[in-house]
């Protein structure tokens, strides 16, 4: 089981949604502060802590890129336990995440139309046959905000190396695809203000008229 946590108003209209590990979920009350800071609209923030952020966040299961720990592909088990938490009607729901987050929360919406736009953060496109499985399916959801560090491709790891190209691809694939993509390049390395990136996704969403959710 996933622990939860919960933030702002429960009876709003609008709830974002953020898998996270232990050091992501410290920095979840500045996020939500600079939220509130840049933006009037109410909103519900729901936290969702993984126990392995490796095997909880990847859709299939895949040897280690870094490490010795493996991805186990349990991400479905967990989008189901996210998915109990969006019964709500009519309530628009958000799905945004860093890093592996990232790369899940876009494969959510590869899974499911309850989400009404996603917010991929320096997402872990890099991962083994992600740009594949994009191109053999289309994603249920209209909204897609992208960011990259400017420094993250310029890594040794081969695999990892990738995820510069690999979002250039997917930026390009959504927008033929009519979905509404934005791009935004950050400096810095893949841990360089992460809170700040992953702020920017979800205003970038929030933003969003109506008229496109």
Request: net charge negative.
């Amino acid at each position: 089981m996933l622990e939860v946590y919960e933030f702002g108003n429960a009876d709003s209209q609008l709830t974002l949604m953020q898998p996270v590990d232990t050091h992501s979920l410290a920095m979840i009350e500045d996020e939500i502060a600079l939220i509130r800071k840049n933006t009037d609209k109410d909103f519900r923030f729901v936290a969702f802590k993984v126990d392995d952020w490796n095997s909880d966040l990847s859709p299939w299961s895949a040897p280690a890129v870094f490490g010795d720990n493996d991805f186990g592909g349990q991400a479905k088990r967990t989008l189901e336990e996210i998915l109990r938490y969006c019964e709500s009607r009519p309530v628009t729901y958000y799905i945004g995440g860093y890093s592996l987050a990232g790369l899940f929360s876009i494969w959510a919406a590869y899974q499911t139309d309850m989400f009404s736009a996603v917010a991929a953060v320096s997402p872990s496109v890099w991962f083994p046959g992600f740009g594949t499985y994009m191109h053999e399916n289309e994603i249920k959801c209209k909204n897609v905000y992208l960011s990259l560090g400017d420094k993250e491709e310029k890594v040794k790891n081969p695999v990892m190396a990738t995820v510069g190209d690999n979002i250039r691809a997917a930026d390009s694939l959504l927008k033929e695809q009519g979905v509404n993509c934005t791009f935004e390049w950050n400096p810095g390395n893949h841990f360089k203000d992460v809170d700040i990136r992953t702020v920017r996704g979800f205003l970038w969403i929030m933003d969003l008229p109506l008229c496109q959710i």
